[in-house]
């Protein structure tokens, strides 16, 4: 099931989409694929890569020679597993156990990159690199623990989450035809620069995101 905030800007971007552009200049395409995340940093904790949905839109301004100028809006959804402790404390806050469990971060985001895009034309396919950065806003972050001797799984808001994030995106990728029609595949690896906590040590979020869209 899609999301309901992806699922209302894919039709929001949809109705942009098939409006005229006023110049050939400008290149539209709605996007959708996945986002495989992890938390880079100094940590105690083992880490393993969380797989999460990301959509959303790109307006492509087109300087000729292949070169085009590409901001996008994205819906992400980020995060990690990691195996950690929890402390418990007593009623005076004393602590009393630490239990090993498994949790899921499970961030989501509303993602702005800025991208410089070198095309290589041709007739049926054409080959593309790309790189700048982004800025993300949180939209929701949630955190779900188990611990690992076993019991109910539990969930709440993470609320040591900064609101903003921001980074760098570098990739490759390819424009298709299917008849008339043109078609986006591309992959991307995104490096985080902020701390995603209001906590030490600093954790960034890296990983990849693999997309396949529909180009106006």
């Given at each position: 099931m899609i999301p309901r905030p992806l699922f209302s800007l894919l039709c929001l971007m949809s109705f942009f989409g098939v409006l005229p552009v006023a110049a050939q200049e400008y290149v539209a395409a709605i996007k959708m694929g996945v986002a495989v995340t992890n938390f880079s940093g100094e940590t105690d904790a083992s880490?393993?890569?969380?797989?999460?949905?990301?959509?959303?839109?790109?307006?492509?301004?087109?300087?000729?020679?292949g070169f085009l100028l590409q901001p996008e809006i994205l819906y992400v959804r980020?995060?990690?597993?990691?195996?950690?402790?929890?402390?418990?404390?007593?009623?005076?806050?004393n602590p009393i156990a630490n239990t090993p469990v498994r949790a899921r971060f499970d961030l989501t985001y509303l993602e702005v990159p800025l991208l410089a895009v070198y095309r290589f034309e041709g007739r049926s396919l054409e080959p593309k690199l790309f790189a700048g950065p982004y800025v993300a806003y949180k939209l929701n972050a949630v955190v779900e623990y188990r611990?690992?001797?076993?019991?109910?799984?539990?969930?709440?808001?993470?609320?040591s989450v900064e609101n903003f994030d921001y980074g760098a995106i570098a990739g490759v990728g390819t424009d298709f035809f299917i008849e008339a029609q043109r078609f986006s595949i591309d992959a991307r690896a995104i490096f985080g620069q902020g701390n995603v906590r209001q906590a030490d040590p600093p954790l960034k979020l890296v990983g990849g995101v693999l997309m396949i869209g529909i180009v106006f």
């Open positions: 880490l393993d890569p969380h797989a999460g949905l990301t959509g959303g839109a790109a307006i492509g301004y087109d300087f000729g020679n980020k995060g990690a597993y990691a195996d950690t402790e929890l402390e418990f404390t007593d009623l005076e806050g611990a690992l001797a076993g019991g109910p799984t539990q969930s709440e808001e993470d609320d």
